[in-house]
């Protein structure tokens, strides 16, 4: 089955403890990217990837790191995290393509105490 | 900046039909996209616009004017199950997604 696999699904955990979320996706697709929906505030693009090793910031990108070693992962790391990242973190996936659209995972909810 | 612009919450009854309006100002277009999200869950594709026109898709409908930033997405024959947000997202020149911040639609029996 196609789809984009996160992981936590939810979170809970204290400011400045390192965490890491997982993103994979199964359709061999190029471009990747992370938001983070706030309420009255929607979808809001943290980092996002075109390709393998070739990422960039989003809006937001403040306090996230990513990678893209392989094509099917894209990680979001808070080295620091502080409880503004409190939030419901979204992965995307699609292909190359103006007619693509972004396929997402499941969520994962983070509360930073 | 770029701006997408859509109503933040509309009401409607079961079994009528719905519009919900987005216009947007991005810098250059690559298309419009509808999604639909229900509460605590991933946003799922509806619908993409890049000509103008109207687009048909079972009760779901998409219209689109370039020349004037305008998109609707239109639901007929609205069933409960149709409650949920409704974002509307433009591809900009850098082949860049904006989302705008959703309708959060409520169908009354």
């Known amino acids: 089955e196609a789809q984009v696999t996160q992981n936590p699904r939810y979170l809970i955990t204290v400011t400045g403890k390192k965490l890491t979320v997982t993103c994979s996706q199964n359709m061999n697709h190029e471009y990747m990217s992370w938001y983070r929906q706030d309420p009255g505030l929607g979808l809001r693009q943290i980092y996002y990837?075109?390709?393998?090793?070739?990422?960039d910031k989003g809006d937001v990108p403040e306090g996230y790191k990513v990678s893209r070693k392989e094509k099917r992962n894209f990680p979001l790391i808070l080295e620091s995290p502080s409880p503004n990242q409190t939030s419901l973190y979204f992965c995307a996936s699609r292909r190359q393509g103006n007619n693509q659209p972004q396929h997402f995972g499941d969520g994962t909810r983070l509360s930073i105490l | 900046g770029q701006n997408i612009d859509q109503p933040t919450e509309m009401t409607a009854t079961e079994g009528a039909i719905v519009q919900i309006n987005c216009t947007y100002q991005?810098?250059?277009?690559?298309?419009l996209f509808w999604y639909q999200q229900h509460a605590g869950e991933a946003p799922t594709f509806l619908s993409y616009?890049?000509?103008?026109g109207l687009e048909e898709k079972g009760r779901f409908s998409s219209f689109l004017s370039r020349s004037k930033g305008y998109s609707y997405l239109l639901l007929k024959e609205l069933q409960m199950k149709d409650s949920a947000s409704y974002l509307c997202a433009v591809r900009d020149q850098d082949d860049k997604i904006i989302f705008g911040k959703g309708t959060r639609l409520h169908i009354l029996p």
């Open positions: 616009n890049v000509l103008d």
């Open positions: 990837s075109m390709n393998v090793e070739v990422t």
């Open positions: 991005t810098s250059g277009f690559n298309g």
